[in-house]
């Protein structure tokens, strides 16, 4: 198992900042399906500023992971910019529980968000039938291994 999280550096080298986070890549090991975490990133643009979204995991077939307990504004809000700016990238999302409100009083619950936006999830781990899924291709020069520019 990988140690706790560490700080920003120490979560990209392989620790986990989430036991979220931990359990998934459990699982992903117990499939023996070959990952990387937080190793590459994918440059997008928020309005006014280029940024960098570091996905959790990213599975040998091309799906992209992202393990989220709590999925903020500031996180949906990235989703739909990456989603807009890279159609082709498969991005999953993993949450603690999919029922979650997106706020206090809200009806709206984050599985209630992917479904709207057309994006895949599941609660605490990912579907074994995403793990076994055909290698998709992702667009050279969109994952960016850590260290290159």
Not at 99 to 127: A, E, F, N, Q, V
Request: with cysteine; glycine share 8%.
């Amino acid at each position: 198992m990988a140690a706790r999280y560490g700080g920003p550096k120490a979560a990209r080298s392989g620790n986990f900042r989430s036991g979220l986070e931990e359990r998934i890549a459990a699982h992903i090991d117990r499939q023996e399906v070959a990952y990387s975490f937080e190793e590459h990133y994918v440059k997008y643009v928020v309005p006014s500023r280029e940024a960098k979204y570091w996905p959790d995991f990213v599975l040998s077939n091309g799906i992209l992971i992202e393990g989220k307990g709590i999925f903020e504004t500031a996180d949906r809000q990235k989703q739909l910019l990456i989603r807009e700016q890279y159609p082709d990238l498969d991005i999953r999302l993993v949450f603690s529980s999919s029922k979650s409100k997106l706020y206090k009083g809200s009806p709206t619950t984050y599985g209630m968000w992917c479904d709207k936006h057309g994006i895949k999830y599941s609660d605490k781990l990912i579907p074994l039938s995403w793990l076994k899924e055909p290698s998709k291709t992702i667009p050279e020069g969109v994952l960016i291994r850590k260290g290159e520019k």
